[in-house]
């Protein structure tokens, strides 16, 4: 038989075949020529993510791939804003807002270019804010607790520094004319705002007082009086440079412009003695005698009487130390402004520029309420930081601002125990279809969000001040933990609030303050170059995406020309 003939029998057996079936009694759907898709195109979940294809597809066509199509740049640091913070602050906001709390975004959650950043350090596999920034900002990785030189300076060092400093974003574009500032919700000296415009061997050096003698006789100057002195020591590196100085300058950290001496006490000074000079020093009046036509503010009234039309630099410290977090804002005794009304009043002071600006901008507490193992303050400020970063949205043009929003490393911070879908994201762990909470192997109940370290347990809530916590300081105030004793082990939350401003979660290592972690953090951005935000980057790679968008190097060569 030859294999024709076969083919053919083999197809009429087929159909025989077939009709055989069809006259079963069942009646069989004749498949379709390809997947009907009208079910699945009408379910929300679907359309939802359809039309963020759709919208990030419309970014990418529209965006401005050239170098220096960069007018703007503001840098966005969430100090310690790991990804789990990111995740459990959306849920907490949306849930703040009535929703389930899952489905939400923050407002950088929105931008259309997302990418990863490796955080460790030249010699440490977890970092910390002085190597992380000093990379992000200058486009080299270094050692721990360094900032603005390379791995070759030995920490503490201060002769090891010689032929070791590096050029930041910031200085460059104030070498090429563009109108400079930096925010910071923790000291305007602290690792991650210093990195922007110091050079030290140690992140420490805040005021002279944190120095070795013998990196003074060496010549290495403190940080806090480098800010002051930033325009004559970067114009005193190059020849025929003349700059006009940091435009902005707002946060905490008074104490290190200020000499040990009450008699400098600002009104809301938390110390006996503010200050924390031992030079006799004011850099403060140093600061307003080099700028005649600049302003300082140390409080909100302060604030609110900016005129952002007026000229000259403006210099605003707000605390002795620290600003307060966002949650306990309001206890501030001369008043502070938040983070998102900085960060509006800096863009509307540096965008009278022509030639465009360059803005860096730390939430710095919310590494700090991390390291209480406070996840409401936390997550609290970075709501505050998502609200800020939505104000820099919709005060600027997407065509010729570059806005990228980043951490300098993460934290030791869980989101987990499968709770149920819209569990409050501060609360405790009930599970899918359950109505009682679920208990642990121990028998009692836990929390969704924890640290793998940290203080532990505590409760400064209202409900737990007959056991004496309240005395120690406001529930609002996450560094309330360091007044208390560790907390070892687990503790019985059955009758606890644990969405209470004032509860610290549980830790697995009992430990004074937890510590960083060694993951990749998200990078997110917009505006022209954001496109080279992409898969997972060193982190040093931050700046060379902002100096190609920007065009800093080659703007820096025409200035000088």
């Known amino acids: 038989m030859n294999r024709s003939l076969s083919a053919r ?27 009907d898709l009208v079910g699945q195109r009408d379910n929300s979940w679907y359309r939802l ?40 602050a959306r ?28 955080t460790y350090n030249v010699d ?48 460059l574009a104030e070498i090429a004319g563009l109108s400079t500032g930096i925010i ?63 435009d902005l300058v707002m946060g905490g950290g008074r104490r290190h412009f200020l000499p040990a001496d009450a008699a400098f006490n600002s009104a809301d000074a938390a110390s006996a003695v503010e200050g924390d000079r031992t030079d006799g020093r004011n850099l403060i009046a140093e600061w307003q ?33 620290h600003m307060r977090y966002e949650a306990d804002r309001s206890n501030d005794i001369a008043g502070e402004p938040s983070l998102t009304q900085m960060t509006q009043k800096a863009i509307d002071i540096l965008d009278n520029n022509d030639r465009g600006f360059f803005l860096m901008v730390e939430s710095g507490r919310i590494d700090h309420g ?20 939505q104000a820099a949205v919709d005060s600027t043009n997407p065509s010729e601002t570059l806005i990228i929003v980043t951490a300098d490393h993460g934290h030791v911070f869980t989101i987990a125990g499968y709770p149920k879908r819209g569990n409050p994201m501060l609360g405790k762990v009930i599970y899918p279809g359950a109505d009682k909470y679920a208990l642990a192997a121990d028998g009692m109940p836990y929390t969704t969000l924890g640290y793998a370290n940290g203080p532990g347990f505590h409760d400064f809530s209202a409900q737990a001040n007959d056991q004496g916590f309240h005395s120690l300081g406001s529930v609002t105030d996450a560094d309330t933990v360091y007044g208390a004793e560790l907390f070892m082990g687990r503790a019985d939350l059955s009758a606890v609030d644990t969405q209470s401003s004032g509860f610290h979660q549980e830790s697995s290592v009992p430990m004074r303050s937890e510590t960083h972690s060694g993951e990749d953090v998200p990078v997110y951005a917009r505006g022209p170059g954001a496109h080279l935000v992409s ?14 968008a920007g065009n800093l190097v080659v703007k820096v060569k025409a200035a000088q020309q």
């Not at 990030?56 to 740049?73: M, Q, V």
């Not at 906001?93 to 489905?103: A, F, L, T, W």
């Not at 910390?128 to 080299?140: H, K, L, Q």
């Open 184 to 246: 910071s919700t923790a000291r305007i000296t602290h690792a991650t705002p210093a990195a922007t415009y110091a050079k030290a061997a140690s992140r420490d050096w805040e005021d002279n007082a944190k120095m070795p003698a013998v990196a003074i006789e060496q010549g290495c100057e403190d940080i806090a009086s480098q800010l002051v002195n930033f325009e004559d020591n970067l114009e005193a590196q190059y020849s025929n440079l003349d700059i006009d100085g940091i």
């Open 370 to 389: 991390h390291h209480a193992s406070s996840a409401y303050n936390a997550l609290t400020d970075t709501i505050e930081f998502s609200n800020a970063i």
């Open 289 to 321: 005698a080099s700028y005649p036509s600049g302003r300082y503010i140390e409080d909100q009234q302060g604030f609110d009487a900016l005129q952002t039309e007026e000229s000259g630099p403006v210099l605003g410290l707000f605390n002795e130390s």
């Open 91 to 118: 849920i907490l906001e949306g849930q703040q807002k009535g929703m389930s709390g899952e489905e939400n975004s923050l407002s950088f959650g929105r931008f259309p270019f997302t990418g990863l950043a490796k």
């Open 535 to 548: 898969g997972t980057q060193e982190q040093s790679g931050i700046f060379h995406v902002m100096n190609y």
């Open 124 to 171: 440490a596999q977890t970092p910390d804010s002085a190597g992380t920034m000093t990379a992000i900002i200058s486009g080299v990785k270094t050692d721990i607790g360094v900032i603005g030189v390379d791995e070759n300076v030995i920490e503490g060092d201060c002769s090891s520094m010689a032929g070791n400093t590096l050029v930041t974003a910031l200085e």
């Open 49 to 88: 993510s359809a039309a963020q294809i759709a919208d990030a597809n419309n970014a990418f066509r529209s965006i401005n791939t050239n170098a220096g199509a960069a007018k703007n740049i503001i840098l966005f640091i969430g100090d310690g804003m790991s990804l789990s913070t990111v995740t459990a």
């Open 9 to 35: 029998l083999l197809s009429l057996i087929l159909l025989s075949l077939l009709f055989l079936l069809g006259c079963s009694g069942e009646e069989r759907a004749v498949p379709s020529a390809q997947p």
